[in-house]
Each structure stands twice: as structure tokens, then as C-alpha cells.
């Protein structure tokens, strides 16, 4: 599986954005974007994904550059709920991968 | 219903014991997953069942063993495991094996004596 590489831990305030990024520069053409979030003492809960065009949903948005080398995972506004572990996992969707490789993270703390 | 059930949540054992843990799901997703997760560590995966048949061993060692009795449980059986074993084992599903979302389960912790 293609490997991302993200920063360790970030810090926010509440009701900023917070700009989670997530660099791929292995990432093949059929690898789908993923990012899902750990908050403490619970499972991993799916946020967001996507191929080559910026994604938005309920929780976040996603920007994908252009060369799909790197991406980021955009909280609009940040909330205390929102501290958790952030994983940016690549999917590789040619074969149906029933895998979820999950890189270490960034550990996303909002102060109040 | 987006939920998916672990029992118990958490559980001691002695290396010698037996023990089972317990996932379900009502969502009618047809694959189910055990991940293995140490303290500050990301999830690995250990196993996949995809419509009731192991699809996936990532080579776990064979004092786990798991069991697909149905479409909506998952059991993860555990015999004479060692201390190293303890971590949080997360159970997930999805809607088709390769689903582009899964859904985990809050997790057992698991404590070996």
C-alpha cells in the first residue's frame, strides 16, 4: 500500500479552521484518499474521501492538489469534540482492497 | 442504525484462560473485520471475513482464532495468549468487502495477566 506521511500533532482553537495535511507522493491512479478520526477511548469513525475532486460532506471538507501528491482534510470550525487522531489512508480501489492500511496519525488538540 | 456492538468492553485474563470476544451488526453489511490496537499505536489489521468466509489472515498467531457464525456476528476467540497480547481490539464492518466505508465497534480492552 502507498504510504502517507503526516504531521505528528497539531494544535487549534476552538471555532478556527484547522487544515489537517496528508502527503502521498507514491499515490497511484486508482488510490482513493480516506481519512478517518480516533476521538479517545472509541473506534475509528469514517470522515471523509476522494479521488481527484475536492470532496465536501457534514464533518469536513477535502482538497486534493492537483498532482494528487498531497491532500487536506479541512475542519471549518473546530470544536472541543473535535480532538482526536487523524489518519490519512490511501485505498487502492483497482482490486477491491478490503484493507485499511492506517498510517500513525495526527493527534489533533483544540483548546478552548 | 450505524452502529456496531462490542462485548465485552473490557476483560482480564490469565494465559492459561479461554475467552471470546463478541461483535455484532444490524446494518446488513456482508464484511466484518478484527483489528489489533497497542496504546498510542494506529489499528493493524488482523483478520477480514467477507460473506461469512475468511478472506484475510495477516498471520496472526493461532491463539486467535475467529469465527463467522452469521452475516451479523463476528467472534474473536482467544486461548493462551501472553502479555504482549493486551491491546484494544477494535471490530468493523462494511457494506461489501472493499466498502468505501467502514463502521468500528468501540472496542474491547484487553488486559493479559
Known amino acids: 500500500d502507498a504510504k502517507t506521511t503526516q504531521p505528528n500533532s497539531m494544535e487549534s482553537n476552538e471555532e478556527e479552521p484547522v487544515h489537517l495535511p496528508c502527503n502521498h507522493s507514491?499515490?497511484?491512479?486508482?488510490?482513493?484518499i480516506h481519512w478517518y478520526r480516533q476521538l479517545p477511548s472509541q473506534g475509528p469513525e469514517y470522515v471523509i474521501h476522494g479521488l481527484t475532486s475536492n470532496v465536501n460532506n457534514r464533518m469536513a471538507s477535502l482538497a486534493i492538489a492537483e498532482d494528487r501528491k498531497s491532500s487536506t482534510l479541512i475542519l471549518h470550525r473546530a470544536t472541543l469534540r473535535d480532538a482526536a487522531v487523524y489518519y490519512c489512508i490511501l485505498r487502492d480501489r483497482k482490486g477491491g482492497s478490503e484493507k485499511l492500511v492506517f498510517g500513525k496519525g495526527t493527534k489533533l488538540t483544540v483548546n478552548p | 442504525d450505524t452502529e456496531v456492538t462490542q462485548t465485552p468492553k473490557h476483560l482480564v485474563m490469565g494465559m492459561t484462560n479461554k475467552k471470546s470476544l463478541k461483535c455484532e451488526q444490524h446494518?446488513?453489511?456482508?464484511?466484518m473485520y478484527w483489528y489489533k490496537q497497542k496504546a498510542k499505536k494506529p489499528p493493524e489489521l488482523m483478520f477480514v471475513?467477507?460473506?461469512?468466509?475468511?478472506?484475510i489472515n495477516e498471520s496472526v498467531p493461532s491463539r486467535f482464532s475467529p469465527e463467522c457464525p452469521n452475516s451479523s456476528l463476528l467472534n474473536l476467540h482467544l486461548h493462551a495468549l501472553q502479555p504482549e497480547d493486551s491491546a484494544l481490539y477494535l471490530c468493523?464492518?462494511?457494506?461489501?468487502?472493499?466498502?468505501?466505508?467502514?463502521?468500528f465497534g468501540p472496542g474491547t480492552r484487553l488486559l493479559v495477566l
Open positions: 471475513y467477507s460473506y461469512e468466509k475468511l478472506s
Open positions: 446494518m446488513g453489511h456482508r464484511a
Open positions: 507514491t499515490i497511484s491512479g486508482t488510490d482513493y
Open positions: 468493523a464492518s462494511s457494506q461489501v468487502p472493499g466498502g468505501e466505508t467502514q463502521y
